[in-house]
């Protein structure tokens, strides 16, 4: 069963950074797309970076100030955040699109989600 395990969330003063990391446990045959979401409080979730394909997709707000990278080989994801502001506060979600097997359809998987908080 393919789960998701992310880590590195946690309280940081503006201006600050985090690293997150999220690990695909459990056999996975394939990854589209592999990547982070987040959730501010009353708000829709959003994309924040995602591989995609051959492409990297950020969200305007985070551009410039967050990274996102990963490790094929351990199947992890990791998204370095920089410049932190109190806008970027939110619970930060790891997302894979993927097949489990060959002969199963793509589907969508979210991790347990970890907080970030941006305060001083």
């Known amino acids: 069963q393919v789960q998701l395990v992310e880590s590195g969330g946690g309280l940081v003063q503006p201006g600050g950074s985090l690293r997150l990391s999220c690990a695909v446990s459990?056999?996975?045959?394939?990854?589209?797309?592999m990547g982070w979401y987040r959730q501010a409080p009353g708000q829709q979730r959003e994309l924040v970076a995602v591989f995609n394909g051959g492409s990297t997709n950020y969200a305007d707000s985070v551009k410039g100030r967050f990274t996102i990278s990963r490790d094929n080989a351990k199947n992890t994801v990791y998204l370095q955040m920089n410049n932190l502001k109190p806008e970027d506060t939110a619970v930060y979600y790891c997302?894979?699109?993927?097949?489990?097997?060959?002969?199963?359809?793509?589907?969508?998987?979210w991790g347990q989600g970890t907080q970030v908080t941006v305060s001083s």
């Open positions: 997302y894979v699109r993927g097949q489990a097997t060959q002969w199963r359809s793509p589907r969508d998987y």
């Open positions: 459990g056999s996975i045959f394939s990854i589209n797309v």
